[in-house]
Each structure stands twice: as structure tokens, then as C-alpha cells.
């Protein structure tokens, strides 16, 4: 009887009604405010989570099309606003939320997204200061990435032309924001890095002028974050104002806070440059000086030595020398002559005793020979003296330091202290003086007048 009066439906009918009663009873666009749980990536990129409160949880999907345009990465336990549609599921009997869109509750999801790129990078060493290459001090080219048509271009190109206008700039024009435009500037730093042998840059600026977190947003994009990682060519970032900080900025070798401080961090000041040149400049010539007079002064300390001073005398000995070696030569000569016509005698005595005829001659041939013999050693001994005597006779005049006047040359001292005078001003008007020319032949003469000083 209840069964006549009561309609039957089938499970599928029954989904289908609840389907219609809720499509037609909900708003067809809503936000949810939720904690994730459950965050599961498929890998055809579909996400499945849940969001839950304290009493109750609503599973949800977020199409891989939808993550794509995320800003952040959701994770476990991150409340969040969740905004778009309810639909039943009729195959399985149960409702899902179909989310179009994620954004964290209390903090903005670029600020998160911001977050988490600087933990995933700092993670990697990507922020180390041992990673990251010095600036050349003297760089001659320039190169230039944002884009021409903004402001940021000609407050970098001042700066640098008012303090190093010997450089060289090249502009590399690239989108500073909007969708794509950390892909465009990666790209375009990787391209100046693989022509850089031929456009020899030796430093390169990338960055943009102010703007909103959004704005600037292309410089906290990882892709172009890598880009200024492997850059050979060191990179400075000048981005934005002061106040704003992008991962462009931690990674990069050197950061600007605007672009205008982007000129006084890549080059030198000429003006300070060409003041250090003139400091360095005089502090080499007074070096020169002082190292000039010391040396002058010990070429004096060893003229004044009495070997310079004595140079006559030493030949005279070296003279002597010779000539005392000549008279112990001959001395020893007459002396073997002597002892050979000692023996001669001797000799000859006994030859008269026994056969003096025979003897005789046999003895004067003998002693011709000797006597041959001797006169031959004796002359090549004289000989070797006479050599040894000419090369220390040689060796002498070459250390003679009067050698020279020979030449036509002089040397003038005052006639009291003997002191040599080498400028014009170690004499002074009236002082007696006393030029040696060669053979020790002498003009005394007193100054009349200092030139050249």
C-alpha cells in the first residue's frame, strides 16, 4: 500500500534530482574560506584537496589549466579563499567544489609565492655571496637589460655618463612586466652571454623602475632567477625603489636600489679616479727622488774608499812585486848554472883520472845539452812570468779608475777636503779647486760662477 502511494526513482534519477535542486538553489559562483588538507597533484596536473573547518570538510578539484596561473604553491594546512562552483558528481552520488581560483587568507599570495621561490633558491645556494662574481673596477662596456620606453633606461644611462663617460652602453630592449616578461628577460640574458665575445661586456645591469609586488613580479620568477645564476658576465639588479626586494636582487652580484644607484655601483667616479692617478703620480716621483739620492750617496761612500783613492799606489806595488820576482828568477838561474859547472868540474877531474880525451868530449856534448836544455826551461819560465806580469799589469789599468782621463776626461775635488765635485752645486763661487787630467798633470783654479742650477 505505502509502496503505491510513495514515487520510485532510480539512483541515477536521485542524483540527477539532487543535481537540479542544488544548481538551482546555490549561487553559481561562491568563496569558501578553508584550511587545505589532503593536497594531492595528479600527474595529468589535475589537483584534488580538501578544505576543512572545525566541524566539517568539502572536497574539492582544481583543474591543471586553473594551477597554472597560481602564484604560490598550496600545501597542507594553509587557509586559503577559495572561489568558484558546486556541482554534483552523478556517477558517484556526492557534490564537489570546483575551484577556479586559490588565494591565501590574511597574507597575498605573491608575498607567498615570493616566500617560498626565496626558501626553494637560498635552499640551493643560489643567495651564497661565494657564488657570486666581483665587478670589474674600470669596466668599459655596458650593456643595459630593460625596456626602452621606460624611465629607468635614462636615469641609468646618466648616472653612468655623468661618472665614467668613457663607456660604452648597450640597451637590450625586453618587457619589464606582464606575462612573460621574466621568460623574454632570461632569454635575453642567456643570448648576450653566448654573443659576449664579440660584444666583450664587462658588466651588465638588469632592471626596471617602481611599480606595485605585481608590477615587478617578473623579477621573482625562477626562470629568470637561474638566468642571472649562470651568467658569466657579473649581473647588478635595479629594480623598483629602495623599499622593494626581488629574487632578481638576492641572486644577483651586486644589487642597486634604484636605477639610478645601478650607474654609481657599476663605474667609478673619473674625478676620484684621476685624483688617486695624481696621488700615485707624485708619491712615484718622490720615491724616485729619495731612491736618486741614496744611490748618490752611496756611489760617493765608495769613491771615497781607499782603494779609489790609492789606485797608483797599488800598481807601484803590484810593480814591485813583479820585479822582485824577477830578480829571485834570475837569482836561481846563476845559482843552477853554478851548480852545474860544479859538477862539470867534478866531472872533468875524474874524466882526467881515467881517459881524459874521450871523457871530455863525451861530457862537453853532455853538458851542451844541459846546457841547451836549461837555457830553454829557463826561457819559457821568463816567458809565463812575462805573460803573468802583462794580464796583472792589464787587470790593474782596468780597475784604474784615472784610466779614463786618458780619454779626455777630468776630475775636479775642492783643494782642501779632496772632495770629488759631481753637480755644480757641491761648489759655491770662490772656492778653490783642483782639476786631474791625465798623467796626473793638474789644473788649480778657483770658481768664478755656478751654471746650469
Request: charged share 25%; with cysteine; proline share 4%.
Amino acid at each position: 500500500m505505502a509502496r503505491k502511494q510513495l514515487p520510485i526513482f532510480s539512483v541515477s534519477q536521485i542524483n540527477s534530482l539532487v543535481k537540479s535542486t542544488l544548481d538551482g538553489g546555490l549561487p553559481s559562483r561562491m568563496i569558501v574560506r578553508g584550511q587545505i588538507s589532503d593536497w594531492k597533484r595528479h600527474q595529468s596536473g589535475h589537483c584534488y584537496f580538501i578544505l576543512k573547518d572545525e566541524s566539517s570538510q568539502l572536497s574539492c578539484i582544481l583543474w591543471s589549466s586553473r594551477f597554472k596561473n597560481l602564484k604560490f604553491h598550496p600545501e597542507n594546512g594553509m587557509e586559503i579563499f577559495s572561489t568558484g562552483h558546486i556541482e554534483v558528481y552523478v556517477p558517484q552520488g556526492r557534490y564537489q567544489f570546483y575551484a577556479d581560483l586559490l588565494e591565501p587568507a590574511g597574507i597575498g599570495a605573491l608575498q607567498i609565492a615570493f616566500e617560498q621561490m626565496c626558501a626553494k633558491l637560498k635552499a640551493e645556494g643560489l643567495f651564497e655571496d661565494g657564488r657570486k662574481k666581483p665587478l670589474p673596477k674600470y669596466p668599459m662596456r655596458i650593456g643595459i637589460v630593460t625596456s626602452k620606453s621606460g624611465a629607468a633606461v635614462q636615469d641609468i644611462i646618466s648616472s653612468i655618463i655623468h661618472r665614467w663617460p668613457c663607456a660604452e652602453l648597450l640597451v637590450f630592449d625586453v618587457p619589464v612586466q606582464g606575462e612573460g616578461a621574466g621568460e623574454k628577460i632570461a632569454q635575453t640574458i642567456g643570448r648576450v652571454n653566448q654573443r659576449n665575445d664579440r660584444l666583450k661586456l664587462d658588466v651588465l645591469i638588469v632592471g626596471r623602475g617602481g611599480g606595485s609586488m605585481e608590477d615587478l613580479w617578473a623579477f621573482n620568477e625562477e626562470v629568470l632567477a637561474r638566468a642571472i645564476c649562470a651568467s658569466v658576465i657579473p649581473i647588478i639588479s635595479a629594480v623598483g625603489h629602495e623599499t622593494d626586494v626581488t629574487i632578481s636582487d638576492l641572486v644577483a652580484d651586486a644589487r642597486a636600489s634604484t636605477p639610478t644607484k645601478a650607474g654609481v655601483i657599476a663605474v667609478p667616479d673619473y674625478r676620484e679616479t684621476l685624483g688617486r692617478l695624481e696621488m700615485t703620480a707624485r708619491q712615484l716621483s718622490q720615491n724616485m727622488r729619495l731612491r736618486w739620492g741614496a744611490s748618490d750617496a752611496r756611489l760617493q761612500a765608495i769613491q771615497a774608499r781607499w782603494f779609489f783613492r790609492e789606485t797608483s799606489t797599488l800598481v807601484e806595488r803590484a810593480w814591485q812585486r813583479v820585479d822582485e820576482g824577477q830578480l829571485r828568477l834570475s837569482q836561481a838561474g846563476r845559482k843552477r848554472f853554478s851548480q852545474l859547472r860544479d859538477q862539470l868540474d867534478r866531472i872533468g877531474r875524474a874524466v882526467q883520472k881515467i881517459e881524459p880525451g874521450r871523457l871530455i868530449a863525451q861530457h862537453t856534448l853532455h853538458l851542451h845539452r844541459l846546457e841547451d836544455t836549461a837555457g830553454r826551461l829557463i826561457g819559457k819560465i821568463v816567458s809565463q812570468k812575462q805573460l803573468q806580469l802583462t794580464a796583472a799589469e792589464n787587470k790593474l789599468e782596468a780597475l784604474n779608475p784615472r784610466a779614463v782621463l786618458r780619454r779626455g776626461y777630468s776630475l775636479t775635488v775642492h783643494a782642501e777636503s779632496g772632495r770629488l765635485i759631481l753637480r755644480p752645486e757641491d761648489a759655491s763661487v770662490g772656492d778653490l779647486i783642483v782639476t786631474e787630467l791625465a798623467n796626473q798633470k793638474k789644473i788649480k783654479s778657483r770658481v768664478e760662477g755656478l751654471f746650469g742650477l
